[in-house]
């Protein structure tokens, strides 16, 4: 193997190269227009134009990553996750190509690829499996019939694909129809195939999967388990290893599981299966064929790498450990640092400013040491093309309490400017006391996600007040002039608008009046404050672990507080494109009645009426690409006798 093409862009392209260069392997990088100066580009020793935008004109067609792989000789092909990593045809065209494929089998991507051929085999080797319906009559009817069957709780899952997308809880059997809809549409955007199943859902589990790893002689053994149970929409955003409640015994059972499901279906190379644990008993969920969002917390545990020994694998080397060699030393925590807003909606932007705590990136770091993989730099841009994943933070300690605590001390010293993040989420996350304690549930973030949102909203406006204000005023070229005189000003934070008076400016003093407050005289620059203008009148802050938000309504016109709750507009919150509009003109709404569908890096998205309305006009229509900010519709009064 002398050449390897990655099939794929962002961190996971860079931390194939990083491992393939160390083996002396050179690496060829694929690229859309978005990505032509991203950092997996000018990191790999060649790199090759897709030509388009889009993942279904790039990122996702076989004919342009084979030719270049012809057009550079490239020898091996290494797809990463996502994308075509679990798509049988994409490795079978690599195969008959004539280049080594980094991956299962075809024959075993498409036995495991699909959650339903999965069950089936799973149920076959005695792999405990939730009782539901995946069979070929796709129908409403025949779901509907299986779903009185089932029962309820129950859950939607698109067959292909993974990652959260295609997925919707039924909690009664009125709901099925919309979330069957909804999940097919879902699943053909992100997959190319609605073909779905339903099954018991479970409403306190853990999510639990098992690494592991085959080579073609044979052998199979697992690396241990890893708890993926802090989800917001189905996606994982918080993964450790060991799992606080996985004792030996039920690692060797669910681990002997895992194997035998692998070996069913001949398999080669990296894998993960993914379990329900409820009490002392697990149930299967489904079988990734490639490499993890989340290995890196299996290489931090093991001190093993796990892209290395899939680069050997595909050579034809045996698995250099036993089953009774894999070495489980320590605590590892992952945590996903994501472009999106409070109410986990991903969001678009440039990188305005970009400071990463001091870490390793790509390998192993030391016990108690910190490891950054990601492709973030000042300048990078995110656009709704891809996911909103921008990196991960992992760090391997001896205890998990000190894990936590690295791991948060690591998220208040990140900095990244210009766009929304969940970085001040993910370090709450860490610090509440049912993580910590070891009994967060896959229901973790529906019951607590609003108590920590008002947490941090809290300590946001304190600080506003007490030290962002000051970098605000600093960002604004307006406000450099010294002025004695008072200046009024409306500033909105995450809606509400606070009325401000700047009294002075002028040798690195600011006196401020807010409304209840004593007067404060900010001294500038305050030390631990960042600050950037996002536009002329919007700008971003971080403090410590608080990230903010401020705009100047200064020149705002009065909302109208007769309409919507005060909003007589709808507007796009980030880009993406409308897929659905289930209202029409002149249409009365109740509160939270959707009003527009929007997909967005893969996931879709209801845009709701925040209060009782009429629709009065709707500016879009389905198919339509939208940005930030733009009216997507208006609303009228509720007429009388509307729904409240």
């Not at 199979?220 to 955003?237: A, P």
């Not at 969002?293 to 290489?299: C, M, N």
Request: proline residues 6%; charged residues 20%; glycine residues 10%.
């Amino acid at each position: 193997m002398k050449k390897i093409l990655i099939a794929n862009r962002g961190e996971i392209a860079r931390r194939i190269i990083h491992t393939a260069h160390r083996m002396g392997i050179d690496t060829v990088a694929v690229y859309s227009d978005p990505d032509a100066n991203a950092q997996h580009v000018r990191e790999a020793t060649q790199a090759v134009a897709l030509g388009g935008a889009s993942s279904a004109d790039t990122y996702l067609r076989t004919d342009k990553l084979l030719a270049a792989a012809r057009a550079t000789g490239a020898d091996a092909v290494h797809p990463g996750y996502g994308f075509l990593s679990e798509n049988a045809d994409f490795a079978q065209a690599v195969v008959d190509a004539g280049l080594t494929w980094i991956g299962p089998p075809p024959g075993a991507i498409r036995a495991l690829g699909s959650k339903a051929g999965a069950k089936a085999l799973a149920q076959s080797h005695g792999v405990p499996c939730l009782p539901g319906y995946a069979g070929e009559d796709q129908s409403d009817e025949r779901f509907a019939s299986e779903a009185a069957r089932i029962g309820t709780p129950l859950m939607v899952k698109a067959v292909a694909g993974g990652g959260g997308r295609g997925m919707r809880l039924v909690t009664d059997l009125a709901q099925l129809p919309a979330s069957l809809a909804s999940a097919r549409s879902e699943a053909l955007a992100g997959f190319g195939c609605s073909d779905l199943l339903i099954e018991r859902a479970l409403l306190q589990p853990r999510h639990v999967e098992v690494q592991i790893f085959a080579d073609a002689h044979g052998a199979c053994i697992h690396l241990g388990e890893r708890d993926c149970s802090v989800q917001r929409r189905h996606q994982k955003i918080i993964e450790e290893a060991p799992s606080p409640v996985v004792d030996a015994a039920l690692r060797e059972r669910m681990g002997a599981c895992a194997v035998a499901l692998a070996q069913a279906a001949g398999y080669v190379g990296a894998g993960t299966v993914e379990f329900l644990l409820d009490g002392a008993e697990f149930f299967l969920m489904e079988m990734n064929t490639r490499l993890q969002v989340e290995h890196p917390v299996t290489e931090a545990l093991t001190g093993l790498n796990l892209v290395e020994w899939q680069i050997r694998v595909a050579r034809g080397e045996s698995l250099p450990l036993t089953q009774d060699q894999v070495p489980l030393q320590g605590h590892a925590i992952e945590v996903r640092l994501c472009a999106e807003d409070a109410h986990f909606r991903p969001h678009t932007g440039r990188v305005l400013q970009f400071s990463a705590p001091y870490a390793t990136a790509f390998e192993r770091a030391a016990p108690g040491a910190l490891r950054f993989d990601h492709a973030l730099e000042e300048g990078a841009e995110v656009t709704s093309h891809y996911d909103a994943l921008l990196g991960k933070l992992i760090v391997h300690a001896p205890t998990r309490a000190e894990a936590i605590a690295t791991l948060a001390r690591a998220l208040h010293s990140t900095r990244v400017l210009g766009l929304p993040t969940n970085r001040a989420f993910l370090a709450a996350c860490l610090q509440h006391p049912v993580f910590a304690s070891g009994q967060a549930l896959v229901p973790f973030l529906a019951e607590h996600a609003a108590g920590l949102q008002s947490t941090l909203l809290k300590e946001e406006r304190k600080l506003l007040m007490q030290k962002a204000l000051g970098a605000v005023f600093a960002c604004n070229p307006a406000a450099s002039l010294p002025c004695s005189l008072p200046r009024p000003l409306r500033l909105r934070h995450q809606g509400v608008v606070h009325d401000v008076t700047v009294r002075e400016w002028g040798g690195g003093r600011l006196q401020v009046e807010h409304a209840g407050a004593e007067p404060m005289t900010l001294q500038l620059p305050q030390p631990g404050v960042h600050c950037v203008a996002v536009g002329p009148l919007r700008w971003h802050w971080q403090v410590g672990g608080a990230d903010g938000w401020v705009e100047d309504a200064s020149w705002e016109p009065a909302a109208r507080a007769d309409v919507a709750g005060g909003a007589a507009e709808l507007r796009a919150p980030f880009n993406g494109k409308v897929v659905a509009l289930p209202v029409a003109a002149g249409q009365a709404l109740a509160a939270g009645d959707t009003v527009v569908v929007i997909e967005s890096m893969k996931l879709e998205h209801s845009l709701a009426s925040p209060a009782a309305a009429t629709v009065a006009e709707l500016l879009v229509a389905p198919g339509q690409q939208v940005s930030p900010g733009q009216v997507l519709a208006r609303f009228a009064p509720a007429t009388q006798g509307a729904p409240a």
